[in-house]
């Protein structure tokens, strides 16, 4: 005669089976969805080379606030043969708004406080792949004599909408380089700007600023994001 599992045996079998997926499936997802920011991160930092180095050989002029203005967003936006302009946010027009009493969450610090807006909030817009674009090009892009580009690398609708994690910022210089913010050269690439300004422990409403720049020199940078 042959012996057959008890249904108390097969359940407890089943619960044991519950028991490891309820604790291996959440972390399998967790390290699909970091391997899909680093690729999205990567994608999108060379399609941003690939845009500026096209400007740079049509117009043949300095990628500065002098010979572009505030009609950088729209050049930019040509390139990419964008399908929807998003305004800005400083002016609460297009895709990102800002709360009634004026307040702004709908993006986060690193470590999820409140950002600040002033080097995103002058331009925007979709990619026919869905990405979105956030250009600086106000006082700040006088400054430094470039423009900022700020990507959400798995578009605006998808979370987690935080710089360092889907958003990143990249300074435009005005001889045509696309540079991680961070590094040498960019506006924020002293030592002690880069490690302010990507630190899980920093309140500053800038941080996150500079984890381009770790997102693109540390092999373990998303593996590593919480």
Not at 8 to 25: F, K, N, W
Not at 42 to 68: F, H, P, R
Not at 155 to 164: A, F, L, R, V, W
Request: hydrophobic share 35%.
């Amino acid at each position: 005669m042959k012996k057959a599992f008890t249904l108390a045996e097969v359940l407890i079998t089943l619960g044991i089976i519950g028991v490891i997926a309820s604790l291996t499936i959440p972390a399998l997802i967790n390290k699909t969805n970091k391997r899909e920011l680093e690729t999205a991160f990567k994608k999108q930092y060379s399609t941003l080379q690939q845009a500026v180095m096209m400007i740079k050989t049509e117009d043949s002029l300095d990628l500065d606030y002098e010979n572009y203005g505030s009609d950088f967003s729209k050049r930019l936006a040509a390139q990419y043969k964008s399908t929807k302009d998003c305004g800005t946010i400083k002016f609460n027009t297009g895709c990102i708004l800002k709360n009634e009493d004026n307040s702004f969450t709908y993006y986060k610090t690193f470590n999820g406080n409140t950002l600040m807006t002033t080097c995103i909030d002058d331009g925007g817009f979709i990619t026919p792949d869905g990405i979105l674009l956030l250009i600086e090009q106000g006082n700040q892009a006088k400054n430094i004599s470039g423009y900022l580009v700020s990507i959400d690398v798995n578009g605006y609708i998808k979370k987690p909408n935080k710089m360092g994690y889907d958003l990143f910022m990249f300074q435009i210089t005005k001889d045509g380089r696309v540079l991680p913010m961070g590094a040498n050269d960019t506006y924020w690439g002293t030592k002690t700007y880069r490690e302010s300004f990507c630190n899980k422990n920093s309140t500053s409403d800038q941080n996150g600023f500079t984890c381009a720049y770790y997102a693109l020199t540390d092999n373990d940078y998303f593996k590593n994001l919480k």
